[in-house]
């Protein structure tokens, strides 16, 4: 069964500061997908990694993906209020309908 | 483009009601819809899945009973809480994907919040 594991679980920054999130999964995976939820909101996509090596970035966030690792990283860099969310990584399986997401990780970006 | 509709954004109700919450894929034809459920700051959990025609497939520990799901056209899926107990308050979400292939996109809706007297 494919796992997702996310960390860290909470994450309290000051603006400026850069920070990376992790993800972890447990079995072969076809993509790595990244969201951000704001509070009562249904997700936004972010990123969707497809193979191994790939790096995307978009802003100040940048998502890369080793698939040898089976880990993707989403990095911030100098953040700011604004990204102040929850961002969630997800995963699915070759060939199979369902997508894993990890627990999430709870930005909160302090001035 | 891609965009999916999910209606009513928000119930409440009481107890033993049975709510019905849809999900419409507007500009594209959806053979493969998915419903998650969100407990407060928890992680989406998937319930099942809907193909276009048949029946749906429910993951384990998710009541087939409890939550009826109908995927009658390519663009709409229903899912029908049936008899619903505060314990069911959440916020579900469905999904939307694009084609035929796995290897195709989910679209989000921007989900139901349900909360149950």
């Known amino acids: 069964e494919l796992k997702v594991e996310q960390n860290p679980l909470f994450l309290s920054m000051q603006e400026g500061k850069n920070y990376t999130i992790y993800c972890n999964y447990s079995?072969?995976?076809?993509?790595l997908y990244w969201y951000r939820q704001d509070p009562g909101k249904s997700l936004e996509s972010l990123f969707v990694?497809?193979?191994?090596?790939a790096v995307k970035q978009e802003g100040r966030l940048m998502a890369s993906l080793d698939t040898k690792a089976r880990l993707s990283t989403l990095h911030i860099t100098a953040a700011v209020h604004d990204l102040s969310a929850t961002y969630f990584c997800?995963?699915?399986?070759?060939?199979?309908?369902?997508?894993?997401f990890g627990a999430g990780t709870r930005l909160t970006v302090k001035p | 483009g891609a965009v999916v509709s999910q209606h009513p954004s928000r119930v409440i109700c009481k107890s033993g009601t049975s709510v019905k919450i849809e999900c419409r894929s507007l500009d594209f034809q959806a053979t493969t819809m998915f419903w998650y459920r969100q407990f407060p700051k928890q992680s989406l959990m998937l319930m099942a899945t809907?193909?276009?025609?048949?029946?749906?497939?429910?993951e384990q520990g998710v009541e087939k009973d409890k939550f009826l799901i109908n995927h009658a056209s390519l663009t709409l899926s229903t899912l029908t809480v049936t008899s619903a107990h505060p314990e069911d308050s959440s916020f579900y979400i469905c999904?939307?994907?694009?084609?035929?292939?796995?290897?195709?996109?989910?679209?989000f809706g921007d989900g139901t919040r349900l909360s149950i007297l």
């Open positions: 079995t072969t995976s076809d993509r």
């Open positions: 809907s193909n276009e025609g048949s029946k749906a497939t429910y």
């Open positions: 997800a995963a699915t399986k070759y060939n199979n309908n369902d997508m894993r």
């Open positions: 999904s939307a994907r694009q084609g035929q292939g796995a290897n195709q996109p989910q679209h």
């Open positions: 990694l497809l193979s191994n090596g």
